[in-house]
């Protein structure tokens, strides 16, 4: 039997606790985690585990003992070191770099340093060999040992239109991500560097801007001077949206939405809904889009607006798991379908 792909999480905080909340649930049998690392106290660490805001009290009892994290029973070693490379990780196939601090090399490569085969970032990094997003360039990641997981709007955005470009041609596009506040806002007024991005987050819409603008055409270099993307940051505490105004060359005979339906049938990534929801209806789930299909419409034979939702947390580190499994086995004859 093929042996497990051993993870190390470096970082635990909102993606950290999430991915291993996912595994810990059960979500991939093909990860092991071999030890996490954070400099926060362990009993904090363990608190904020089982006690969160967003996706509720873990079901079963988590505690910390001396250096490890106790959940269900099982034991995982607990490391609280500032440098990374002065472990000895020679048994890790993915370091999951999760700190949001690895945007310079000497950060990025520390885990390459302690000895783990390969690191994966929880966000955009200029530090990564490259910059991989499932369902839009996965199968471009090579042999490169450092590995952007870009953000969770590109994730969101990117496997969408890598389909519909290949399917109708997409000539022109805008896209407005519609954001949850995030740990980089205030909950008061402060200054900022960008004055509106200081302002109370739970107060009041703020426009913005969002790292998905340069992260697509990155992964879809063919979008380069056709998409323009803006963001909105709302009182919302989980879930974000897609709002999506595209230009086509053509568009499909059938209705557009039935279209989406049959495009995305049977996706892991693109889900679709037919129900009148809203946002809080989407929470844990593990698709890095969901297209809500009532709200699409279509104007003209040429322009169509799609709207769809993400649970930025959740999804995203979905996609890490599976982006692990991948850079495991580095499989460089996969295709890459949403």
Known sequence: M????????????????????????????????????????????????????????????????????????????FHQEPDLGKLDLSDVDVVMECTGRATTRPIA????????????????SSAADITVVMGANAYQMGDARIVSNASCTTNAIAPMLRTLNEAL?????????????????????????????????????????TSAASQITRVLPEFEGKLSVSAVRVPCISVSAVDAVLQFARLPKEPFAEFLRETFAGSPLIGV???PCV???????PESLILALPETQTTGPHQARIFGWYDNEWGFSARMIDMAVRMAARDNTATDSP
Do not use: K, W
């Not at 340093?113 to 966000?123: D, H, P, R």
């Not at 740990?183 to 900022?192: I, R």
């Open 279 to 285: 946002s809080s209806d989407f929470r844990g789930r």
């Open 109 to 124: 490569e520390a885990g390459l340093n302690a000895g783990a085969a390969s690191v994966l970032i929880s966000g955009p």
């Open 2 to 77: 093929t042996r497990p792909v051993r993870v190390f999480i470096n970082g635990f905080g909102r993606i950290g606790r999430t991915v291993f909340r996912q595994l810990s649930n059960g979500a991939n049998d093909q990860i092991e985690i071999v030890g996490l690392n954070d400099i926060t106290p362990l009993a904090n660490c363990a608190y904020l585990f089982q006690y969160d805001s967003v996706f509720g009290t873990f079901p079963s009892a988590v505690t910390a003992g001396d250096r490890e994290l106790r959940v269900n029973g099982r034991r995982f070693a």
């Open 273 to 275: 809904s037919d129900d």
């Open 169 to 209: 041609a997409i000539e022109r596009a805008h896209i407005t991500t519609i954001h949850c506040y995030t740990a980089s806002q205030p909950t008061v007024d402060q200054p900022s560097d960008s004055f509106a991005r200081g302002r109370a987050a739970a107060v009041s819409m703020v426009p913005t801007t």
